[in-house]
C-alpha cells in the first residue's frame, strides 16, 4: 500500500493536479486537509473517475479533510472520542466541532487525516483549543493501543507543529514568540509520541520541510517549516519500507503551500508469507 497525506488548500482549486499525482505516483490512499468545501461540494467525480473512493468531510470554506482510496473504507467516522470544538466567544465545553478528523479502516490500517488546528497566536483562544485537541487526541491514541496493542494506526495530516529546531527554516517563527513551535506545543507533540506513535518518514528522510508560505519568496529561500507528518503505531512503523516528501509539488502553476508526504507499506503478515509454496 502506498499511502500519502497533503494538504491541498482547497481541493476544487487543485483538482486535476491532485489527481495527476495520485495517479501518477500509484498513490492506493490519499489522507487530504484543508479541502475548504463542504462535503457535498467535493468534486467526487474526478477521483472516481481515477478509481478512487472518497469520504469527505466539511462544513464550509474552511478546514475541512478527506480520504480517497482505492481499496475499500470501513468504519468511517469524523471524531475521535473527546475531541473538542470550537467558535470565537464562545465559552464551556459544548463549543461546535469543526471538520478536522476523519477516519477509515482501509486494508486492515486504521487511517486519520488529521488537520491540527493553527492556534494564531500565543495566548489566544484558538491556540488552546490546539493543546486541547492535541490531548485529546493523545488519549484516543493512549487508549486504542492499550487495548489492542497490534493495531496498525496512522494518524496523517499537517499537525501545524515543527517539532524540532531543524523542522523550522522560516525567519520569523521564534520559539517564545511564535506558534508551532512554543515549547507547550512542542510537549504536546511529543506526548503524542509517547502515546505510542513514531514519525515513520523522518528514519528515511531526516531533512526536508513540507510546507512553504506564499508569501516573501519563502519556496526560492527554502524558508520552510516540517509540519505534515505520517505517525503509526509499532504495526504500522514496522510495514514501512520507503517514504519520500514531494517537494517539487511546491512548484509549477497554482501549487498548495503544502506538499505531499508518502510512505510504502508492506502489508504481508508472516502468516501469509508460510502459506505460500516452496520454490526450490
Known sequence: MRLATWNVNSVRARVDRIVEFAVRESVDVLAMQEIKCKAEQFPFDAFEDAGYTVEAHGFSQWNGVAIASREPLENVRTAFPGMPGFEKGHEGPDAPQEARAIAATIGGVEVWSLYVPNGRALGDPHYYYKLDWLSALEQYTRESLAANPDLALALVGDFNIAPTNPDNGVPGVVEGFSTHVSPPERAAFASLVDAGVSDVVR?????????????????????????????????????VTGAAIHRNERKGKAPSDHVPVVVDLDLTSPDEDDDRPMIF
Open 203 to 239: 528514519p528515511l528522510v531526516p531533512t526536508g520541510y513540507t510546507y512553504w508560505d506564499y508569501k516573501q519568496l519563502a519556496f526560492p529561500r527554502n524558508e520552510g517549516m516540517r509540519i505534515d507528518f505520517i505517525l503509526g503505531s509499532h504495526a504500522f512503523a514496522d510495514a
